[in-house]
């Protein structure tokens, strides 16, 4: 994932943190982040960690939206995270940094020379988001839970890009069932299915694509 500060210096970037009105806060595991948050319109930063973006329904069943690493962000103008239905729970001790979206136009940021770079590093994340999210899509729009696993586990080797077709699963079997959504049980069964039938082999924590 790119850097949004990426050739901007030391120097630079605290004066542009400072202009946009950026601050730090630090999240435990497990922690709703925006029940933290008091801003109207913001973007969200995360510094390290990662956050998974879910929403709840009225009968309680929850769907991942998003999953976001360390060098992604969100917010009100790219998440609907004013929906009541939307939680942001940290996976991890997580650092997210607020910037306030009405000072990334304010004029004291414009007419200084990092300003573009700066633009430039935040639709280039952008980009790689919504590609992200395009993939997310994708794999949604499969009709059966096979498909769905089969398709999930090719952008994982690709993603990796070592060739190897050995994958390792970066979720644990419930947030892969929420992320794909699926039912549990249903995706474990399907899980053993392709081992029987010889699509995949798990190797302890990994897996060994034959397809």
């Not at 949004?4 to 982040?33: G, H, T, Y």
């Not at 769907?63 to 992604?72: A, D, H, K, P, Y």
């Amino acid at each position: 994932m790119s850097n949004l500060f990426a050739n901007i210096s030391e120097k630079e970037m605290l004066k542009l943190k400072k202009i946009l009105r950026a601050s730090s806060q630090k999240f435990k595991k497990n922690v709703n982040v925006l029940s933290n948050v008091n801003r109207d319109d913001f973007i969200a930063l995360v510094d390290y960690g990662s956050i998974e973006l879910i929403y709840t329904d009225y009968e309680g069943n929850k769907t991942v939206i998003e999953e976001l690493e360390t060098g992604e962000f969100f917010g009100t103008l790219t998440s609907s995270v004013k929906n009541e239905g939307i939680s942001c729970i940290t996976k991890e001790d997580t650092e997210i940094t607020f910037i306030e979206y009405d000072q990334i136009t304010n004029d004291e940021i414009i007419k200084n020379d990092f300003y573009i770079i700066f633009i430039k590093n935040l639709i280039k994340i952008l980009t790689e988001q919504l590609n992200t999210r395009n993939t997310r899509i994708e794999l949604l729009t499969k009709r059966t839970t096979r498909d769905k696993l089969l398709s999930y586990f090719k952008y994982i080797d690709k993603k990796t890009g070592d060739g190897s077709k050995i994958i390792r699963i970066p979720l644990s079997y419930t947030e892969l069932a929420n992320y794909l959504s699926v039912d549990r049980s249903a995706m474990t069964r399907e899980l053993k299915y392709l081992k029987e039938e010889g699509f995949i082999e798990q190797i302890n924590k990994k897996i060994k694509l034959y397809y």
